[in-house]
């Protein structure tokens, strides 16, 4: 089935620790994206990539890192400067024609991280 | 840049009873507008989306949103609210980029 996969569910990091999420997608998507969730705070843009080998900084990407070497796959580093990291983190893929992003953005399962 | 405000971080309402979920936006052009729905720890699904054309969109699971350009709201609705609607609604503007609303918890009554 086509989707988005996003690994590990759960992962703990220790204080100093870099940790990287994966995120892959079989959709032939050309965009993917990073989210992070806290409660009540809905979702917040780290980064995003709209073709391989480019990507553009969201709202807060300090402390974070990306890359995108293969259109399938978005993997997020999570670095020692991100001083509050615990969080919900969801990766996002879509179509991207056009001038526009008409097309429906569509969210993997998350993944739980948590500072111990 | 585009935003999304969700006025309501929390509504209760009894199953049966009809539901409406605000959202407001601000974009210079005509947005594109979503709305998705989130169980606990789970991804976001789509529950319908306006680009254009008749602004009365029907959605999944029964549920339908309006965009009113005059007042910038894209408000969610479904007359009768079943026990598994609980969850949480996010309200979201495509502009330059995506952004979302911080989300209003929905909580079904028996």
């Known amino acids: 089935d086509g989707g988005i996969t996003q690994s590990p569910k759960y992962l703990f990091r220790k204080e100093g620790q870099n940790v990287t999420l994966s995120c892959e997608q079989n959709?032939?998507?050309?965009?993917m994206y990073w989210y992070r969730q806290d409660p009540g705070q809905g979702l917040r843009l780290i980064y995003y990539?709209?073709?391989?080998?480019?990507?553009q900084k969201g709202d807060i990407a300090e402390g974070y890192s990306v890359s995108r070497e293969k259109k399938e796959s978005f993997p997020l580093t999570v670095t020692s400067a991100q001083k509050n990291p615990t969080a919900f983190y969801l990766c996002?893929?879509?179509?991207?024609?056009?001038?526009?992003?008409?097309?429906?953005?569509?969210f993997g399962e998350g993944s739980w991280l948590t500072v111990v | 840049a585009q935003s999304v405000t969700q006025p309501d971080i929390h509504i209760t309402v009894s199953e049966g009873a009809s539901l409406e979920l605000r959202c407001n936006y601000s974009?210079?052009?005509?947005?594109?507008l979503f709305w998705y729905v989130q169980s606990p720890g789970q991804g976001l699904q789509l529950l319908l989306k306006?680009?254009?054309?008749?602004?009365l969109v029907q959605g999944i699971k029964g549920f339908e949103a309006e965009f009113k350009r005059s007042q910038s709201s894209f408000n969610l609705r479904k007359p009768s609210v079943h026990w598994s609607d609980a969850a949480e609604y996010f309200c979201?503007?495509?502009?330059?980029?995506?952004?979302f609303g911080a989300g209003t918890r929905l909580t079904v009554k028996p």
């Open positions: 959709l032939n998507h050309d965009a």
């Open positions: 306006y680009f254009s054309g008749d602004t």
């Open positions: 996002a893929s879509r179509h991207r024609t056009g001038t526009g992003n008409k097309n429906t953005i569509y």
């Open positions: 974009y210079g052009a005509t947005p594109y």
């Open positions: 979201a503007v495509e502009g330059n980029d995506m952004r």
């Open positions: 990539s709209q073709i391989v080998n480019d990507f």
